[in-house]
């Protein structure tokens, strides 16, 4: 079954170094998501990417982050410069098309510890 | 804005027993929603879903959800508790705008007694 596959599983960085987190979706989903999740909390939504480029991003996502798909497989979030508050895990998701109920299939997430 | 709010942080329950994990919702339309399960160093696996079909939905390993729109209710249920039902379970409404982000809830977390 297709699954979706994210590099690292953990990443170790300190504070104000940069890191790109990757993801490869299922090959024939056209959108796809990041979210994060700080530990003890809730799962939240940062972006949304559909056709090259952004269709929804929250207020977490500001100007220091920023994605990519740069080759038509890969999909990645980068972090210029990380915040101890980033530390959380990562979660890529996709799904199939613009319509209907499809479901969002995740990754199995990036730990970000930033020290 | 549509939202979900889960009524309990921590559920325990004994194996063989059955599990209740409650959800309430909030939305302007009628929603798409779901119920994603965690497991312990693992991502999130989709345990069921709801889009107007039906509304009793079946998932997988057991569970099942009943969308009660009069209660604006979206509860978890299993008839018979197993140890690896041990995990975090998030209720999840689908967001109508733009990419169809979705919004989870809190979380529960559900312990099972041997």
């Known amino acids: 079954e297709p699954e979706v596959t994210q590099t690292p599983s953990h990443q170790v960085t300190q504070m104000g170094q940069e890191v790109i987190l990757r993801c490869v979706p299922i090959?024939?989903?056209?959108?796809f998501y990041w979210y994060r999740q700080i530990l003890g909390q809730k799962v939240e939504f940062l972006v949304s990417f559909y056709n090259n480029e952004i269709s929804e991003k929250s207020e977490i996502f500001d100007d220091q982050f920023s994605v990519e798909r740069p080759d038509g497989s890969n999909f990645t979030l980068k972090i210029r410069s990380t915040k101890l508050e980033d530390s959380a895990m990562y979660f890529c998701?996709?799904?199939?098309?613009?319509?209907?109920?499809?479901?969002?299939?995740f990754g199995p997430g990036t730990r970000l510890t930033v020290t | 804005a549509q939202s979900v709010t889960q009524l309990d942080s921590h559920v325990s329950v004994s194996e063989g027993t059955p599990v209740l994990l409650r959800c309430n919702y909030s939305s302007s339309y009628s929603p798409s929603l779901f119920w994603y399960v965690q497991h312990p160093n693992k991502g999130l696996q989709l345990l069921l879903k709801?889009?107007?079909?039906?509304?009793l939905v079946k998932g997988i390993n057991g569970f099942e959800a009943e969308f009660k729109k009069s209660e604006t209710s979206f509860h978890l249920t299993k008839p018979s508790a197993h140890m690896s039902d041990a995990a975090e379970y998030f209720c999840v409404v689908r967001d109508y705008n733009q990419g169809g982000k979705l919004i989870f809830g809190q979380g529960t977390e559900l312990s099972v007694k041997p």
């Open positions: 090959s024939n989903h056209l959108y």
């Open positions: 709801y889009t107007s079909a039906a509304t």
């Open positions: 998701a996709s799904r199939e098309t613009s319509g209907g109920f499809y479901e969002q299939y």
